[in-house]
């Protein structure tokens, strides 16, 4: 008799909430998809390398990151323009400072390579940016339960 009540039990609460259910269940989506990363770029320079998109992990990168004035040559950051961009963009997003603090630790005060098939060095900052952010994610922002 017990074990009915029981089994009762645990099927009316899976059939009243199921999305308890399923934020239960094991996920091998990546980490990223979990925090809420507004857009890091301005609309100019993204426009610009949107119309056509250009293929490939670094052409659009490099793009935004030329138009934004965030290389000095396609292989060297301008370490004063884009980490000034990034405190710019902390300011307007209340609640990732220490995320932006993060990035320009990891990815703008050191030599970062992410290993593509060929150098890329806007891919490289850009990528270490993201996953910085990653590790400082917000509460607010964080998407996953």
């Known amino acids: ?6 089994t009762f039990c645990v099927v009316s609460v899976v059939s009243t909430d199921p999305l308890n259910f ?10 990223s998809a979990c925090c809420d ?7 100019k320079p993204l426009n610009e390398c949107s119309n056509p998109k250009l293929p490939g992990p670094c052409d659009d990168v490099q793009c935004v990151f030329e138009k934004s004035g965030f ?8 370490n004063e323009a884009y980490k000034s961009h990034l405190r710019s963009w ?4 209340k609640g990732w400072s ?4 993060r990035a320009i630790e990891d990815c703008v005060e050191k030599d970062v390579r992410q290993y593509l098939d060929k150098p ?3 891919y490289d900052v850009f990528t270490c940016t993201g996953i910085a952010m990653l590790k400082k994610c917000p509460d607010e922002a964080w998407k996953c339960a």
């Open 98 to 101: 220490n995320s932006i603090e």
């Open 120 to 122: 890329c060095k806007a």
């Open 22 to 31: 399923e934020r239960s269940k094991a996920t091998l989506k990546p980490l």
């Open 37 to 43: 990363i507004p857009e890091l770029g301005h609309t």
């Open 71 to 78: 290389l000095k040559d396609q292989q060297t950051l301008n």
């Open 90 to 93: 902390a300011e307007t997003h």
């Open 1 to 6: 008799m017990y074990l009915i009540f029981l």
